[in-house]
């Protein structure tokens, strides 16, 4: 089973940054997508941004040019760099790891942003 443990969310103003970190442990195969995907109050989990162990990336429109995912294969870790925060942007963060079929979560961390 593999597991995923998430940091770095908070509050933060607007414009500001925050970095999120996710470490993944367990069975992992070399070939897996890793990503961050957020849920807002009263709204639907939706895709922030994905990677590939090939590093190919994924951005909702959203945050394309603001966002930067990365990954380390090495240490099995995804980070994701949020800048010129938004309030709109404000949600629970979840890590998503999946491979050979299987799909994990992370257990969210919150995002505040304030106008």
């Known amino acids: 089973q593999v597991q995923l443990v998430e940091s770095g969310g908070g509050l933060v103003q607007g414009g500001g940054s925050l970095t999120l970190s996710c470490a993944a442990s367990?069975?992992?195969?070399?070939?897996?997508?890793m990503g961050w995907y957020r849920q807002a109050l009263g709204k639907q989990r939706e895709l922030v941004a994905t990677i590939t162990s090939g590093s190919s990336t994924n951005y909702a429109d959203s945050v394309k040019g603001r966002f930067t995912i990365s990954r380390d294969n090495a240490k099995n870790t995804v980070h994701l760099q949020m800048n010129s925060l938004k309030p709109e942007d404000t949600a629970i963060y979840y890590c998503?790891?999946?491979?050979?079929?299987?799909?994990?979560w992370g257990q969210g961390t919150q995002v505040t942003v304030s106008s």
């Open positions: 367990g069975p992992i195969f070399s070939r897996n997508v």
């Open positions: 998503n790891f999946m491979q050979m079929g299987q799909l994990y």
